[in-house]
């Protein structure tokens, strides 16, 4: 049965609950039929996912979730409960000591993190810190990885999740995204230009059983997750089920399933709905299996996505994601590049149908696990508990200051909203965002996005004081993680700090605050 709660927090007073953590690759806010928005649009009405319905139906969801830009630093974030900013993995990683950056005209990437998360010390280039199942099991948990990992990159400890204290692993390796998702294909680049042998770095590996077989790697990794789920319940301990599928990231590869359900589109946005489907009928054979084994009332279920949808500007051609009404998508400091969906369910405790607009952020997620399970938030953690939340009480964020910081060139091309390197603060309704460049114009973006959550009205220019307050409030948070910053080519030095690029009014530099 669900645990007692105590008036001190989250806290089991038998049994801790198991937790399923559902994470989606680059699944836009509006990829769903689910409205995150205020009203319902038309994507919604294209998009079928009956599981996530029933998952607001029978749980919260939260309108104003949040995470990084890109993959890796939103995975590590999720692992560690650090900002980005602070672990410094702020870019994609793949291959060890390789920068994943795009060149910049002007600016030059800082020695980030290209080696991503490692368990031991003295790795290169790389943050070194404990694991969210490493911590989950001194509260003896049973960890299952299933999916996408993309923690560390190649040769370095952190590509295999078992090294940061998983006690199982699928398919989880250093790539972030699958050379196919085809089992006829065996997963693979060889498999999919049809030849019989050939390996590359993008291969999914651990999947063997399922080589030759007409199956869509999403099917193939709800299977194995399920049946690590029957394992652990039957073992009688509690789990925790890191689902964290390679869908629906690039290569578009339809699922057969679902494929036909979309006819009327074009053929990249049927192959994306039909994949966004698949996940969605993985989501609800888990939730399923939960029911059957009678172990709904005791597991949390929570599903996020890693980043915003991939909108048009980074592949080139027409969109097959939109994040309308958000502006931009993945990469970008702007609204549709780090506001995802985000369910929680936990029958007993989560009140059915209930919406929560407090805003979360990636790394409250290992503190709130850690309340959960009844065990001691590591003194790491610089994320914030949401449990207060998932019980219906109210959370003030209002003086709660919300960081990003890339410093790197995500994409080739820069010209789009809210591309760049960037550095980004949110407090309250406000919304600053201060590019690294200094030839771009604007440098500096305000936006009140309780009036703009399409971010079309940019008041740098008309509120000059709440900018520089914002600024000033910017520099603190990232001078306290001692963050990294973009090199300014022409002079080889790091490029100033946000307050001392504010923009002068009549000739007068804005005031600090």
């Keep these: 049965m669900i645990a007692l709660l105590l008036s001190v927090g989250l806290v089991p007073a038998q049994d801790p609950p198991n937790v399923v953590l559902f994470l989606v690759d680059d699944m836009g806010w509006q990829d769903t039929s689910v409205p995150f928005h205020s009203e319902v649009t038309p994507f919604n009405r294209r998009y079928r996912t009956p599981a996530m319905e029933r998952m607001a139906r029978e749980g919260m969801k939260f309108t104003q979730a949040y995470v990084s830009a890109i993959c890796s630093p939103t995975r590590v974030s999720l692992m560690t409960g650090l900002n980005a900013a602070t672990h410094r993995v702020t870019n994609w990683t793949l291959r060890k000591d390789a920068n994943n950056d795009h060149s910049h005209p002007r600016l030059a990437s800082p020695a980030w993190h290209v080696n991503g998360l490692s368990p031991e010390a ?12 490493s911590f ?30 998983f006690d199982v692993n699928i398919a989880g390796h250093a790539a972030g995204a699958p050379a196919s998702y085809y089992g006829s294909h065996g997963f693979s680049q060889a498999g999919k230009q049809g030849k019989a042998e050939g390996s590359s770095v993008w291969d999914v590996p651990g999947l063997e059983a399922w080589h030759g077989k007409d199956v869509h790697l999403t099917e193939a990794l709800t299977v194995e997750a399920c049946r690590e789920v029957r394992k652990a319940v039957d073992a009688g301990k509690p789990f925790f089920l890191y689902l964290a599928h390679y869908a629906v990231h690039a290569p578009l590869m339809k699922d057969s399933r679902f494929a036909e359900n979309y ?31 009678e172990a709904s009332e005791d597991t949390l279920v929570l599903f996020l996505s890693d980043n915003g949808g991939l909108t048009s500007y980074a592949r080139g051609g ?29 029958t007993g405790v989560v009140e059915p149908g209930s919406v929560c607009p407090t805003p979360v952020i990636v790394e409250d997620f290992l503190p709130t696990l850690m309340e959960v399970a009844g065990a001691p938030i590591p003194d790491q953690a610089e994320g914030v508990p949401f449990t207060p939340l998932l019980r219906g009480e109210a959370m003030d964020t209002s003086e709660r200051t919300f960081l990003w910081h890339q410093p790197n060139t995500w994409t080739n091309i820069i010209a789009r909203k809210g ?53 000033g409030i910017l520099t603190r948070e990232l001078k306290k993680r001692n963050a990294q910053r973009s090199v300014d080519k022409a002079t080889g030095e790091p490029i100033p700090w946000p307050d001392e690029t504010l923009p002068s009014v009549d000739g007068v530099p804005s005031k600090n605050g």
Excluded at 137 to 154: L, N
Excluded at 430 to 455: A, M, Q, T
């Design 122 to 133: 003295e790795i290169p280039r790389t943050v070194h810190a404990r694991a969210l199942p």
């Design 136 to 165: 989950l099991a001194e509260a003896g948990y049973h960890s299952i990885h299933v999916g996408k990992a993309h923690f560390g990159a190649i040769d370095t400890p952190g590509a295999e999740p078992l090294n940061l204290g």
């Design 263 to 293: 006819g009327d589109l074009d053929p990249r946005e049927t192959a994306y709905a039909s994949m966004i489907e698949g996940m969605d009928k993985s989501l609800g054979d888990v939730l399923d299996l939960l029911d059957e084994l």
């Design 318 to 346: 027409e969109p097959f994601t939109h994040n309308l009404p958000l502006s931009s998508g993945k990469g970008s400091a702007h609204e549709g590049g780090i506001r995802v969906p985000m369910l929680a369910r936990w």
């Design 419 to 471: 591309l760049g390197p960037h550095s980004t603060l949110l407090r309250g309704d406000w919304k600053v965002v201060s590019y690294h460049d200094p030839g771009r114009d604007p440098r500096w973006e305000l936006f009140n996005l309780k009036d703009d959550i399409g971010e079309r009205n940019n008041l740098a220019g008309s509120l000059p004081d709440r900018l520089a307050g914002m600024a």
